[in-house]
């Protein structure tokens, strides 16, 4: 019995069907946790890749080595640090949002990779034009590069979002209580470990497959030509 | 507590088992990435399904997911292996998957005339792949195989919650007996970079002895 269902252990279906309703509770704060922490890395990711495009090699070169730090170092390490170093310096987040955080962190520097890639496929015949007709370099980014930047842009951070999704189940290792963590607690209960494992598995991939579903139908339906911002 | 370089000791004892587990299942995950890669893009329909499946479910689903399962249920069903045993399978399994998109996408993108040539010089299709196909293709998967291969060593540290003393155990071992997590989880982030590092490394060298070979093509003389 957990949050009022109780699993119902006479056949394996019958279990997994009775299970799926507290799954789908856990699968709230997957989804909430993945929602979260893509928001995070594409606001930092913005901001490494605009540093790392900065004049000032002071400013460039340790954001480029602090970026490659994190994106070639585990994440489930990088939560450990978040979860048990930050109270120590008096920063007390509730476990979901240092989850979210070190989802977010660690998906930044991809993100940033993502933006610089995107800004550098624009010819650079755009940056000649742009200042032949004197636009600022604030009017160049927002009216010539970003909009053209966009349509390569987004699939790519789809596929990210897609892989965020995946590993939320390493925020279980944190107390975080979302799916995975609510099937290990059913399989401790019941010593039934096949059935909510696989049923955690195939909501995975059934949410995958609609992902990839929808980020194949976003570039095939992006105009190439660019998106303006006004 | 104790001196803050005190902690590597233990650290490098755990950081052996994760490059143990890393090179293994690295190995393993390329055998099954060409297995895979080759049976989608030139195989039977059979064989063609059975990648495909196998592609999508180790690809659709959270590697997590997939340790707990192979440790936790699939003893349920008759079938154990120890700790270690499985994950390096489970990570093999996983990386195995991602690497045979790699595998498929560099054999489709060789030049049609290449098969066109080895047709109108009478190779048998076997030849024409392991001679022709894969020598170029290969060139091609080394760059993204290097960041699958960073990929499966930080992935390594997830087999720590399948009760392996790699080198993410080692460091919750340390912090839950000291609890002086700054200096133990900043050395072990060190370790697992310089590791990642290594990896690069050894992937451009690899690299580039592959393309050299590619670009100089030995004549043999009759």
Known sequence: ?230 | MMHALNYLGPLLKGAEITAIIAVASTALGAVLAFAAGIARASGGWLLAGIAIIYVEIFRGTSLLVQLFWLYYALPLLGFSMDPIMTGIIGLALNIGAYGAEVVRGAILAVPNDQHEAARALNLPRRHTLWRIVLPQAVVEMMPPFANLAVQNLKDTALVSMITITDLTFRAQELRNLTLDSVPIYIETLLLYFAVALVVMGVMRWLESRLRHGAAIPRVRMA
Not at chain 1, 3 to 11: A, F, P, R, V
Not at chain 1, 16 to 42: H, N, Q, R, Y
Not at chain 1, 136 to 162: C, E, H
Request: proline fraction near 6%; include cysteine; charged fraction near 10%.
């Open chain 1, 1 to 230: 019995m957990m949050y009022g269902h109780s699993w119902d252990l006479s056949t394996p279906l019958s279990f997994a069907i009775s299970i799926l309703p507290i799954l789908l509770i856990g699968l709230e704060v997957t989804l909430a946790a993945t929602a979260l922490g893509f928001v995070i890395a594409m606001v930092l990711g913005i901001v490494w890749a605009l540093l790392r495009r900065s004049g000032s090699r002071l400013i460039s070169w340790p954001v480029a080595g602090f970026v490659e730090f994190v994106r070639d170092t585990p994440l489930l390490v990088q939560l450990y640090f978040l979860y048990f170093v930050l109270p120590k310096y008096g920063i007390v987040l509730p476990a979901f949002m240092t989850g979210a955080i070190a989802l977010g962190l660690q998906y930044s520097a991809y993100t940033s990779e993502v933006y610089g890639a995107g800004l550098d496929a624009i010819r650079r015949g755009q940056w000649e034009a742009s200042a032949a007709l004197n636009l600022s370099r604030w009017q160049t980014y927002r009216d010539v590069l970003i909009p053209q930047a966009i349509p390569r842009v987004l699939p790519a951070l789809g596929n990210y979002l897609v892989s965020m999704l995946k590993e939320t189940p390493v925020l279980s290792t944190v107390s975080i209580v979302d799916m995975l963590n609510l099937a290990n607690v059913i399989g401790d209960r019941t010593f039934e470990y096949l059935v909510p494992l696989s049923m955690v598995g195939l909501i995975f991939l059934i949410l995958t497959l609609i992902c990839s579903a929808g980020i194949r139908w976003l570039e095939w339906s992006l105009p190439r030509s660019g998106i303006p911002l006004r």
